[in-house]
């Protein structure tokens, strides 16, 4: 009952734009409880402006093997191409597997896994704070990706690429923004929060 608390509150728009920001992938919520066989994933989503599904798979405890077989199965199942699994603390064999995982597949599909922590100040209602423990290398998977893309796209790439990393260096543009995946497209999304 407490993890389906917890994946509504996560599937909630404002929760969903803070993961969009830590893993700098805009998620947009397709469904919660999603089927994949007689299993169901969290939340199932794709990237804002592409077709790409992402499942999230959250658990409310210590990473174990039985979830890290769980976020394969709904990946291959749902032919995700981001796999999330948010957990309260991270093992240390488990952190191994998913960088084990992002440095042996498919360049097109990268695997994060976060720890959660909540975080209330005064009276406010708890809010979630991500921390990453292990992300996919995207720089080497923006370089395998624009080998088949035209010369404009190209550039695009590489010029949102090298924008992306300058922001990151930067001490003020990194306080008000997280650093996004770089793709090769005319446009690049910087969300900005609420006003």
Request: no cysteine; hydrophobic share 35%; aromatic share 12%.
């Amino acid at each position: 009952m407490k993890n389906m608390i917890f994946q509504y509150g996560l599937s909630k728009e404002e929760n969903l734009k803070e993961l969009s920001d830590i893993v700098g992938i805009d998620i947009i919520l397709e469904e919660r409880e999603s089927s994949v066989g007689k299993y169901s994933v969290d939340i199932y989503g794709k990237e804002d402006g592409t077709d790409n599904k992402i499942v999230i798979e959250n658990q409310l405890e210590d990473s174990n093997h039985d979830h890290l077989g769980k976020i394969i199965t709904y990946a291959s199942g749902r032919d995700a191409k981001t796999v999330i699994w948010i957990v309260k603390k991270a093992r240390d064999e488990h952190r191994q597997a998913i960088e084990w995982l992002n440095a042996h597949k498919d360049e097109e599909v990268g695997f994060f896994l976060l720890e959660i922590e909540l975080w209330k100040i005064g009276d406010s209602m708890p809010a979630p704070k991500f921390n990453v423990v292990s992300k996919p290398n995207d720089w080497g998977k923006t370089q395998k990706a624009s080998s088949g893309l035209g010369k404009a796209q190209k550039l695009q790439g590489e010029f949102w690429q090298a924008f992306a990393e300058y922001g990151a260096s930067d001490e003020n543009y990194s306080k008000e923004f997280n650093k996004r995946k770089a793709l090769p497209q005319h446009w690049y999304d910087l969300p900005y929060g609420k006003f």
